[in-house]
């Protein structure tokens, strides 16, 4: 793997490597070199699996981290590429020309992220939350107690609880 992340920093401005475990490596790279890294680690590198892209918001930093995961099968290894793309201007290029499935992670990604993917697949229909019209719920700035009681009407009886108190009481009761 050593040998890999050598040949991939001659090529693409890698700003982190992250080695987890002895089969499972994050590198970050710059927004424009993502996609071309990752048809090199599937064309060249035999990384012929896409495992998962998923994303995190770093909303006080002010961007996104997305994260393909891909694998590589021969040597049992997975390589994650991580990307951080801007949170006003949530937009990247699809991958979906690569791995058809690439479509349904995008497609979820701009749902609940607002995350968009231009040219991907159906990117624009609804996926899992139709009819919705609030800001993306993964967003963390996405109030979700305060969507919840706008939304849904309180249930009589019902009692909210302080969670480390009522944790507290729970496990240690003579206390």
């Keep these: 793997m050593k040998n890999l992340i050598e040949r991939l920093k001659k090529q693409f401005k ?5 080695f987890q475990r002895d089969n499972e490596i994050f590198l970050t790279v710059e927004k424009m070199d993502a996609v071309s890294m990752i048809t090199q680690l599937r064309d060249l590198e ?32 997975d390589l994650g590429v ?27 990604l701009k749902e609940m992220f607002g995350i968009d993917f231009p040219g991907s697949p159906r990117v ?15 967003r963390r700035d996405f109030d979700t107690k305060k969507y919840s009681e706008e939304t849904y009407f309180p249930r009589p009886g ?9 944790m507290k009481k729970k496990l240690y009761p003579e206390d």
């Design 14 to 18: 890698i700003s982190e490597v992250v």
């Design 82 to 108: 991580r990307v951080k793309i801007d949170r006003d201007k949530a937009e990247m290029t699809s991958i979906h020309h690569l791995w058809k499935t690439a479509a349904t992670y995008q497609r979820e």
């Design 158 to 166: 019902r009692k909210t609880h302080d969670p480390a108190e009522y």
């Design 46 to 77: 035999g990384f012929t699996h896409l495992v998962l892209l998923t994303a995190v918001d770093w909303l006080e930093e002010g961007y996104f981290q997305l994260t393909y995961l891909l694998n590589n099968y021969e040597k049992k290894t």
């Design 124 to 138: 624009d229909e609804s996926f899992i939350l139709e009819g919705w019209d609030n800001i993306p719920p993964y």
